[in-house]
């Protein structure tokens, strides 16, 4: 749909950095550039808002979302220590058909990371939320695994260029890590690779928004 491309190419150029925080996103001028409807543009920009990447403020319009490296970091530090425990109290209730479920997880991240289409970063992070969220659901506590949804939501935007400025095979290798050590039944080991990885993706924004 146009208003499916239109949102890609905004992200897109935000995440990028071609859109600067702070920016204003004019309508009228974004509907000759695409060549389309107010309304449509207007569905776009709601996309974007849900997601972070834009804010609308009444009677002056939107503008890129600023960047608070602080609240980054917060969020991320959080997610850190509330993922490891998801990975940790899960452990002893993991069967082994379900290594198996985690084990495709990764496979199929994998035909992702190699693949050439539009859809691979919106399929990637499907996949990828598949997999963090099969020990939320495991773990035994509802209210985890809710506030770590929250966390996440807030992040949107910022998970996505961490994608787009790195290699998403580290990010393979630690799910395998995290799988073996699931297998083993190594908690130490699981959890804290768990919280490695998502300590790797905040290291990987801290720097790329430093140079930028």
Same mark, same amino acid.
């Given at each position: 749909?146009?208003?499916? %491309?239109?949102?890609? *190419? *905004?992200?897109?150029?935000? +995440?990028?950095?071609? $859109? ?9 001028? +974004? ?9 449509? *543009? ?10 972070? /990447? *834009? ?55 994998? %035909? ?15 996949? #990828?939320?598949?997999?963090?969220? /099969? ?7 509802? %209210? ?27 990010? $393979? ?9 699931? %297998?083993?039944? #190594? ?20 720097? /790329? /928004?430093?140079?930028?």
């Amino acid at each position: 749909m146009v208003k499916e %491309k239109i949102c890609k *190419i *905004i992200r897109k150029g935000i +995440i990028l950095g071609e $859109l600067s925080p702070g920016e204003r996103l004019i309508e009228s001028e +974004i509907c000759m550039k695409y060549k389309t409807s107010r309304g449509t *543009i207007r569905e776009a920009l709601n996309l974007l808002v849900n997601e972070g /990447f *834009i804010t609308i403020i009444p009677n002056k319009g939107a503008t890129v979302s600023k960047i608070s490296t602080m609240d980054l970091k917060d969020f991320y530090m959080l997610l850190a220590l509330l993922e490891r425990k998801a990975v940790e109290w899960s452990i002893p209730c993991i069967t082994g058909s379900e290594i198996k479920e985690l084990t495709r997880i990764n496979h199929s991240l994998r %035909k992702i990371m190699i693949s050439n289409t539009e859809e691979k970063l919106k399929n990637w992070t499907e996949q #990828n939320l598949a997999f963090h969220r /099969f020990f939320w659901e495991r773990c035994g506590n509802d %209210k985890l695994g809710w506030i770590v949804e929250e966390i996440r939501q807030r992040i949107f935007r910022y998970r996505y260029t961490s994608l787009m400025v790195t290699s998403y095979d580290y990010y $393979l290798k630690d799910h395998a890590t995290i799988i073996k050590a699931v %297998k083993d039944k #190594n908690v130490e080991k699981a959890g804290q690779t768990m919280e490695n990885h998502i300590l790797r993706a905040l290291k990987v924004l801290m720097d /790329f /928004f430093s140079r930028a």
